[in-house]
């Protein structure tokens, strides 16, 4: 849809502004999420295997000193699904275990085992070539725009954030 | 941190790639779930309100005409949610209401009742103002490239989705 540009006055101008941004942040959530259903699918078809279930054993994988579930919890906010259950599971069919802490007694780490190291290196060797062909649409140039702009509004909603946190 | 660009043999280069997509995909996860938890947090101390409860009202507003529960929790698969739950609650509450399906005798249409437009009205209203406060680190030119570049990456996305999906 193609626009002409008028000149306008304040309030249409805030409007404009309004829309501009929730047009962006609308684009934004569904590329997000299709993106997203794409590879949840594809991992149910190849894999019998769901988003959260995969998300959590990629966090353990890229912490093999191991996590607090507490920790675990924080991180796996992004795709959420019962982290408890889920842990159970795994622990249940030897791919993740649960180990004493040092820190704390009263805690225990969540360390993926070698079983659990094997399959999820399996799903994710075949998960990277999933995001390039679901990322293909775009130059090398393109992406790295992109990448930069994400860049640009990570740090500022970063600061927004923290700004509005009263100080503790 | 900056990068020395060399010359590399196609595996390299390979493995480039996938990186790039990979962290601009983890980049684009970030960005959507920074902003979302920040829309949640800003939903909770104003209003109180959980936002998978904001995200069902905002369909119903967006559809005058009234969804079926299965339109509207397809609808509702960003942000999750107990969708019989959260719907049993705004109809105690005299937010939704449940119409019967002039199409389907055995269905109904759920449909914000004026009580419930007032109140969505007034939380949509607070909520415009953060999303554009929230973008606002991007000028209104990159803004404008940030969604061109997300339009093109969409309609990959959809393409490759389509063409995955064995003919009904």
């Not at 501009?20 to 684009?27: A, K, M």
């Not at 019998?48 to 995969?54: D, Q």
């Not at 890229?62 to 919890?73: A, D, I, W």
Request: proline share 4%; hydrophobic share 35%.
């Amino acid at each position: 849809m193609s626009k002409t540009r008028t000149r306008t006055d304040r309030e249409t101008r805030a409007t404009d502004d309004h829309h501009q941004s929730v047009r962006l942040w609308l684009r934004l959530l569904t590329c997000t999420s299709l993106i997203e259903g794409e590879v949840r699918r594809r991992l149910r078809t190849t894999f019998g295997v769901t988003l959260p279930r995969y998300d959590l054993m990629s966090q353990l994988e890229r912490h093999p000193e191991g996590l607090k579930m507490t920790e675990l919890s924080r991180r796996m906010m992004v795709t959420g699904g019962n982290v408890t259950g889920i842990t159970d599971q795994l622990v249940e069919e030897g791919l993740v275990l649960r180990d004493a802490s040092p820190a704390d007694r009263r805690a225990y780490l969540l360390k993926l085992t070698p079983k659990g190291r094997r399959t999820f290196g399996e799903m994710a060797r075949a998960h990277e070539p999933w995001i390039v062909e679901l990322f293909d649409g775009l130059s090398d140039a393109e992406k790295e725009r992109l990448h930069a702009l994400l860049a640009a509004l990570k740090t500022h909603v970063l600061t927004v954030s923290r700004h509005d946190t009263p100080p503790a």
